[in-house]
């Protein structure tokens, strides 16, 4: 039972152009969300995270959108690099973010310069 | 400062055998977290240690069990290999009052069960 998901396997998007990467979850306990970056060979490298008492949590090029009715996140990255080209993976947490990651399956975002 | 490390970075195991990971933990974290990322999928949270003991744990059978040591490093223990275990399997560090808000991430150990 995957509580959550990223709908979209991969992404193309032109440099200096904005990134969406969105994700849903089922599980109404989770109440922190966090993004993670991943390079091929590399471990998931924390990104930006989220409580759930927000609803925006923005932090340079990287801004993060909650929406809890429609229990969904989004990533905007502003303006793409093509350094930013990696897989995203959104992953949520229950009690705070005490407890353990549920992550989703990842998109592959490829910024094409 | 290093961060997680893991190892092996790499091996191959045939189907039945015994296999052991290490992890050592980022400096000043408490608590070690393995997760499982079978290819095409994202991680899956395999179990947790803290003071030595398993704290939590998901939803793996018994064939997987670990152990941390007094310095915080952990070993990830599988037994009787099957195909379907062939992943990456990832080691995250964390402080325990800090939750998942402040863990790491190791580079991983790619098993490949043949």
């Known amino acids: 039972d995957q509580q959550v998901k990223q709908n979209s396997p991969s992404l193309s998007v032109q440099e200096g152009r904005i990134s969406i990467l969105n994700c849903d979850y089922t599980n109404s306990m989770f109440d922190y969300f966090l993004w993670y970056k991943k390079y091929p060979a590399e471990g998931p490298t924390f990104l930006i995270s989220?409580?759930?008492?927000?609803d925006k949590n923005e932090d340079g090029r990287f801004t993060v959108f909650l929406n809890k009715s429609a229990k969904h996140l989004s990533l905007h990255i502003v303006p793409s690099q093509p350094g930013d080209s990696a897989v995203y993976f959104c992953?949520?947490?229950?009690?705070?973010?005490?407890?353990?990651?549920?992550f989703g399956t990842g998109t592959r975002l490829t910024v094409i310069p | 400062d290093a961060g997680v490390t893991q190892s092996p970075t790499h091996l191959i195991k045939t189907r039945g055998q015994q296999v052991t990971l290490r992890c050592s933990p980022k400096s000043g974290h408490d608590t070690v977290s393995w997760y499982q990322q079978a290819l095409g999928q994202g991680p899956q949270f395999i179990f947790q240690?803290?003071?030595?003991?398993?704290?939590q744990r998901g939803n793996f059978p018994d064939r997987f069990s670990g152990h941390q040591f007094p310095n915080y490093s952990s070993e990830l223990n599988v037994n009787a290999l099957l195909l379907g275990d062939s992943a990456l399997y990832l080691c995250?560090?964390?402080?325990?009052?800090?939750?998942?808000?402040?863990?790491?991430f190791g580079q991983g150990t790619r098993l490949t069960v043949v």
């Open positions: 240690y803290y003071e030595e003991e398993e704290r």
């Open positions: 989220i409580s759930s008492i927000k």
């Open positions: 995250a560090s964390s402080l325990v009052d800090r939750g998942v808000a402040e863990a790491f």
């Open positions: 992953a949520a947490s229950a009690r705070g973010g005490a407890n353990n990651l549920f």
